[in-house]
């Protein structure tokens, strides 16, 4: 999915949401990355397989 050189990472990796954002709805929280990745305000994320990210808030 990403055409970036270099590559942004892999959804799946740990810094996936590391990915450059293709679009983003700022009144409703999210931002689709490059690679797939669905990102909430919340630091929630859904993968491309549908899979959930929980929350990952810095404590």
């Known amino acids: 999915m990403c055409a ?16 450059a954002v293709v679009t983003r ?13 669905l990102v909430f305000e919340d630091t929630g994320a859904l993968l491309p397989n549908g899979s959930i990210l929980a929350p990952h808030r810095p404590t």
């Not at 970036?4 to 990915?19: I, M, N, Y």
């Not at 709805?25 to 990745?37: E, I, M, P, S, T």
């Open 4 to 19: 970036h050189t270099p590559q942004c990472p892999p959804a799946t990796d740990p810094d996936g949401e590391a990915a």
């Open 25 to 37: 709805a700022d009144a409703q929280g999210w931002a689709l990355l490059c690679n797939g990745l």
